[in-house]
Each structure stands twice: as structure tokens, then as C-alpha cells.
């Protein structure tokens, strides 16, 4: 490929359904998002990675019971129950990580004069409300 070829391909819109290879997930950008990778300026703490950890595990092992009941045929009852814990448990790990992004990311930056973080947040927030 020559170099106005190979410029053109990359900036060209990203492929929506995955792109190259089918043995791969496809990226943010290719998904439609953001295809960088943003870092916290300030670190979550320990504690709440701790217990944002533990939070996510339970989560992971109640979405498992889910996967072993539908398996074993259980009852739909008894999987939907187990369904709406394991969505209790992301939930409570979204709202930890909301009430942190609003403590620091947007706190800071406010702080830095940058006010279109209001918007994000909000679209956050309705994003939230509708899982």
C-alpha cells in the first residue's frame, strides 16, 4: 500500500462490524466510541478499588449462577431473581463510580474552568437512569 493509500485508510470512518478479524473484539472506536483511552487525573483510592473490585466480582459470580442455572434448565422465576441481584450488584458499582467521578474528575475539572463537564455528566446520568 502506498502512503496516500495507507493515509486515506486511516482516516477513514472505522468499521462499525468489527473490521479485519473475526477472532477479535472490536475496538471502542470500532464499537462507537472513544477509540482513546482516558486516565483519571487523581487515582481512586485503594479502598474504593478494593471495593470497587468486590463489588464487580460478586456481580461476575452471580451472572455465573445465572449462566449454570440456565444450563441446568432452573426454573425462569429463580433466574430472573438471580438476574436482578446481579443487576443490583453492577448497579451499586455504578453508583460508587459516579459518586467518584463527580467528587474528583468533574470537581477538578470545574476547578480548571472546562464547564462542558456538565453535560457529560448529565448524559451520564440519564444513561444511568435508564439501566
Do not use: F
Not at 60 to 73: E, F
Request: glycine residues 8%; contains cysteine; hydrophobic residues 35%.
Amino acid at each position: 500500500m502506498d502512503g496516500a493509500a495507507h493515509s486515506a485508510g486511516r482516516d477513514a470512518a472505522p468499521q462499525v462490524d468489527g473490521g479485519s478479524s473475526p477472532d477479535r473484539a472490536p475496538t471502542s472506536a470500532e464499537a462507537g466510541g472513544c477509540a482513546c483511552a482516558r486516565h483519571k487525573a487523581t487515582p481512586r483510592s485503594e479502598e474504593l478499588q478494593a471495593d470497587l473490585t468486590r463489588r464487580l466480582n460478586r456481580a461476575i459470580g452471580q451472572l455465573g449462577g445465572v449462566k449454570a442455572m440456565l444450563d441446568d434448565n432452573r426454573y425462569c422465576g429463580d433466574v430472573l431473581i438471580q438476574l436482578a441481584a446481579a443487576q443490583s450488584a453492577i448497579r451499586s458499582v455504578s453508583e460508587r463510580l459516579l459518586q467518584n467521578h463527580l467528587e474528583t474528575c468533574v470537581v477538578e475539572q470545574i476547578q480548571q474552568g472546562n464547564t462542558e463537564v456538565v453535560e457529560e455528566v448529565l448524559s451520564l446520568i440519564r444513561r444511568h437512569q435508564r439501566s
